[in-house]
Each structure stands twice: as C-alpha cells, then as structure tokens.
C-alpha cells in the first residue's frame, strides 16, 4: 500500500512541475533584444517630426544659407546646391545644382543620410527621397528668429547643443550692442523690394523687416495684406505709400545697385507724389545690400543689423 502511494505522489509531482514550467515557473524565457534608442527625432518647419536613427554623416543641404550655421555648430555636407557666396571649406563639395532646380540624380549620387531641404522650394523633392528612405528635414532661415530655431535644429543633428547655445548667445549680444548705440526713438520706415517686374513692399516676417524690427523701426507695412505667392511681401501703390508717411525709404534688389538706382530716380521722377514723401524729401533713401539681405544673412545676422544702422546713423558707426 506503501508503496502504491510512493507511485501515485511521483506521478503528480511530475505533472505540477510539468505545470509550473508551463506556466513559465521554470527557467526564464530568453529576452528580446531592445531597440535601440534613435539619436534624436526632430520637428521641421513643415510641421513634421523627423527621426533619425544615428548621427548623420552624409548631409546634403539645398540651400547655401545652411552651410554656415551647420558648420558654427560641428556639422559637414557632402553636397551643396551652387552659389557665388560659397564659403571656403564648401567649394569643393559635390555640387546639386542650383537652389531653385536641384537636380535629383545628382543629389542621389551623394548617398545621403540626411537632406536638409529649403522651405518653399524644395518641397518638391520630398515624395522622391521618401520612396529612397532619405530622412529629409525641411526648414526655412529668413527672419532671424527663423534663423535661431534652424541654428537650434543643426544642433540637434551634430550632438552639439552646447554649440548652438553659444552661438546664439553670441549673435545676441551682438546685436544688442549695435541697438544700444542707437538713440530710442521711432522711426517710420518702409522697405521696398525692386525687380524688373516691378516694386513690392516687405513686411515684418522679410529680412530687411525683420531687421529693421530689431532696430526699434517702425515698418508702415505692418498690419498689410501679403501677396499670394509672398507673403513676405505686400503689394506696393505709390497712393498707399504716400498715405503711410515714411520718413526712411529701404530699397532692396536682385539687380545691381546702380542699376536699381538709376531705376528709382526715374520712377521718382515720373510722379510728383513721391516728392510728398518725407522720406524722399529728405533724401532718407537707403540701399540694402544683396549679400545681407537678398537672401538671409543666417548667422552673418548682426552684419545686416549693423549695415542697416549705419544708413540711417552713419556718425555712429565711424
């Protein structure tokens, strides 16, 4: 009898150790490997939250404004559209094309690991590097707050945000300096934009407006109508002109600035409304720099505030 009890408590041993390990009471399960945390995901100025997995090595950049900040703060490309104002180290990188028509191909032969693309002319370019699994980054650097927030994005890419501080910092206190030699005092301003199709007048969110805020002017624009393929740019009338009052005139221009001039005076010259301009009647007439504030001056930001400074405060800036 003994012995029958021995067998039948053997037998339901085995049968709760065969349980327990069933329900996962015996030697633990092999761990799943973790997925690696991916070096950082970031916001464009699409809106849209890029990740990128590791640091990239292989940056192409379609917009030569990018090139300087990127560098400030660690960062390499090994394509870069073409552009007369190229700094030095870039020269020899593989050229893309121009910023207005990239070539693809020739982007693709880089073998990028990342594209930092130009907002509202690059976009095009998205639906092509998505189908080749190119994490792309499209941002915009005109304004100078734009301009911080992209120093803070290139940060991000490099690993370097102790960098990205300090530059900003920097060009902050710089600027500061140039607002602090000035008197404080308003100044009604207006900023034209001349093109052989002919003027627009620039808001606040525009380089020269941007600036010109900086400075503590006040931009008679603000508050207009952006033009629908600009709004960085409203619609330019020498009736609204006149109304708004301007004791300064800004003039910026894709042309040559003697060319531009000759341009102005003989629109001047054309309608007597002008001369009822305090601006005009002053000879408070400006001419901005296409290297400062055609396209943006990105980290040189502190430069175009000095520039525009200096125009309307020349005895300052000896």
């Given at each position: 009898?003994?012995?029958?009890?021995?067998?039948?408590?053997?037998?339901?041993?085995?049968?709760?150790?065969?349980?327990?390990?069933?329900?996962?009471?015996?030697?633990?399960?092999?761990?799943?490997?973790?997925?690696?945390?991916?070096?950082?995901?970031?916001?464009?100025?699409?809106?849209?939250?890029?990740?990128?997995?590791k640091k990239p090595e292989r940056i192409v950049v379609t917009s030569a404004s990018f090139l300087e900040p990127l560098h400030a703060v660690g960062g390499d490309v090994v394509g870069r559209p073409d552009s007369k104002t190229l700094p030095a180290w870039a020269k020899e990188k593989t050229s893309i094309g121009r910023v207005y028509n990239v070539d693809l191909e020739k982007l693709l032969s880089c073998a990028p690991d990342l594209v930092i693309a130009n907002k509202g002319m690059n976009e095009k370019l998205l639906e092509s590097l998505e189908i080749n699994k190119i994490p792309t980054l499209v941002v915009d650097m005109k304004n100078y707050e734009e301009v911080k927030n992209e120093v803070r994005i290139f940060a991000q890419i490099t690993g370097e945000k102790a960098k990205g501080d300090a530059l900003i910092q920097s060009m902050d206190d710089k600027i500061k300096a140039i607002v602090d030699r000035i008197p404080k005092e308003k100044r009604r301003v207006a900023i034209l934009h001349s093109t052989a199709q002919g003027l627009s007048v620039q808001l606040e969110t525009s380089i020269a407006g941007s600036t010109a805020k900086m400075l503590g002017f006040e931009n008679v624009a603000s508050g207009m109508t952006p033009l629908e393929n600009n709004p960085d740019s409203a619609p330019y009338s020498i009736e609204t002109l006149v109304e708004q009052n301007p004791e300064i005139l800004f003039v910026t221009s894709m042309g040559k600035i003697d060319e531009v001039k000759r341009g102005m005076d003989n629109t001047i010259a054309l309608n007597p409304a002008w001369q009822t301009i305090p601006a005009i009647k002053n000879g408070k007439m400006y001419y901005l720099s296409q290297e400062?504030?055609?396209?943006?001056?990105?980290?040189?930001?502190?430069?175009?505030?000095?520039?525009?400074?200096?125009?309307?405060?020349?005895?300052?800036?000896k």
């Open positions: 009898m003994k012995t029958t009890w021995r067998i039948f408590a053997t037998i339901l041993c085995a049968f709760a150790l065969v349980a327990a390990i069933g329900c996962g009471g015996g030697a633990p399960a092999e761990k799943k490997p973790e997925t690696a945390a991916a070096f950082a995901t970031i916001k464009d100025d699409l809106g849209r939250e890029v990740t990128l997995a400062r504030f055609l396209l943006s001056p990105g980290i040189d930001y502190p430069a175009a505030v000095e520039e525009m400074a200096k125009q309307v405060y020349p005895e300052l800036f």
